[in-house]
Structures are given as structure tokens and as C-alpha cells.
């Protein structure tokens, strides 16, 4: 049974920093693509960043580049999202996923999903 689990959500200040794990059992972890999404309250889940299988390459979206860090320790079977100088339209529910065939920002694509972190960043 795959199973993704998220922490490290919280609540923070604006300029804050936080970072999320997710840890994933069940398969063979190295084999897949990992990525990060958010979902703000009434909004769609959007894409944040994704990172291939052997850490080589990264994703990320506009909004977060040079402020989020996407990671990932094989031998610890964890994905990591550093998230530095946060801002309040950061505040969202965050989810990693994992994908078996290549990167991508296209939600559908990925094919397990963690229960979810919050983080909520105040003004």
C-alpha cells in the first residue's frame, strides 16, 4: 500500500520560513518523480514544484522560484519543500504527489497523493 505523508505545515509570520516533508512508502521510491502542489481556500490546486528522480532537475513555478526549494533524500524515502521568505498568498493546504512516468505540472499526471499540510502565513 503506497502511502504519502505530509508535515511541517504551521502557522507563520510573513518573511517566515517552513519546511514541509513528505514521506513515502510502499514502493520503490527512487522510481518516481516528486512533486508539490497547494490549494488555497476556494481556489484550484495549483502546481509548486517537482523534482526528478535522482534530484538532478527541478520545477518550480513562477511565484515561488528563488524562494521555495524542492529536495529529496533517497535512502531517507522523503521529499522536502524549504520554504523561505513566505508570503500570505503562500496560505494553502500542500500536497505532494508522486509520478512514475516524467515530470510534469499537470496534476492528473501524478498517480499517489499525501493527505496534506497546512500552512497558513499571517501579515
Known amino acids: 500500500q503506497v502511502q504519502l505523508v505530509e508535515s511541517g505545515g504551521g502557522l507563520v509570520q510573513a518573511g517566515g520560513s517552513l519546511r514541509l516533508s513528505c514521506a513515502f512508502s510502499g514502493l520503490t521510491f527512487s522510481r518516481y518523480i516528486m512533486g508539490w502542489f497547494r490549494q488555497g481556500l476556494g481556489k484550484e490546486r495549483e502546481f509548486v514544484a517537482a523534482?526528478?528522480?535522482?534530484?538532478?532537475?527541478?520545477d518550480y513555478v513562477d511565484a515561488v522560484k528563488g524562494r521555495f526549494t524542492i529536495s529529496r533524500d533517497n535512502n531517507k524515502n522523503t521529499v522536502y519543500l524549504q520554504m523561505n521568505s513566505l508570503k500570505p498568498e503562500d496560505t494553502a493546504a500542500y500536497y505532494c504527489?508522486?509520478?512514475?512516468?516524467?515530470?510534469?505540472?499537470?496534476?492528473?499526471?501524478?498517480?499517489?497523493w499525501g493527505q496534506g499540510t497546512q500552512v497558513t502565513v499571517s501579515s
Open positions: 523534482i526528478t528522480w535522482s534530484g538532478g532537475s527541478t
Open positions: 504527489a508522486a509520478a512514475y512516468l516524467r515530470m510534469t505540472r499537470i496534476a492528473n499526471e501524478y498517480d499517489y
